[in-house]
């Protein structure tokens, strides 16, 4: 346990850029019309960009300093649910107390687009949360896989789902379907409970491909 938190304290050090990044963007974010896009929403950039950094920048590192491999994956899930839970609680907090000041413009908040607040604050901020945790884990998973064959078929395979289910309707009612179970989702028990299964699914996958991964 000493070497994950270690590797938990890299891992969130070594993520500076984007930590600023999404600082300046939610800071400096302006809209003009009668309805915007809250500020708080861009804190989800950090969920986007954390990947990336764990993937491929410090796996290398982490690997050559004497990590193992399931060392480095528990480490990058703890890590994801700190994030998560940061991410979820700055976006709470903006949507609580910032977003109602802008009384001449109506604020549009993804909080309330997937319908998590009407369970209550507490449940949307859990519920933002452990969707944040599944999208980090799934972009894990997807940026681990690049190089190898196995990534490439399931590049294609996304994007063939996105082409060919977009235009059909029955197949786009499908694609819709799931995309209502795991985000737009106002039933908070059973949102959370398929956001925890499929991060778990993933992380299981994770692992397998970590193994046949290589530096």
């Not at 480095?72 to 994030?83: E, Q």
């Amino acid at each position: 346990m000493t070497a994950i938190f270690a590797i938990v304290k890299r891992l969130l050090a070594s993520n500076k850029i984007s930590f600023i990044i999404t600082a300046l963007v939610v800071l400096c974010a302006t809209s003009s019309g009668d309805a915007v896009l809250s500020n708080g929403n861009y804190t989800w950039l950090m969920a986007v960009f954390a990947p990336f950094f764990f993937v491929f920048y410090d796996f290398t590192k982490l690997i050559y300093l004497g990590a193992s491999k399931k060392d480095y994956f528990f480490g990058c899930l703890i890590s994801y649910g700190i994030l998560a839970f940061c991410i979820s609680f700055a976006n709470t907090v903006i949507h609580l107390l910032i977003d109602p000041v802008y009384s001449a413009q109506t604020v549009i908040n993804m909080m309330d687009v997937c319908k998590w607040t009407e369970n209550g604050i507490i449940a949307a901020g859990l519920q933002q949360m452990f969707f944040l945790l599944l999208a980090m884990v799934f972009l894990h998973v997807l940026l681990s896989m690049q190089n190898r064959w196995y990534g490439w078929l399931t590049d294609g395979l996304l994007v063939a789902i996105i082409c060919i289910f977009t235009p059909i309707a029955p197949l786009r009612a499908i694609l819709a379907g799931f995309f209502k179970m795991i985000m737009l989702n106002g039933n908070a028990v059973l949102h959370i409970g398929i956001c925890l299964l499929l991060s778990a699914a993933l992380s299981f996958g994770g692992l397998i491909v970590l193994k046949r991964k290589t530096l």
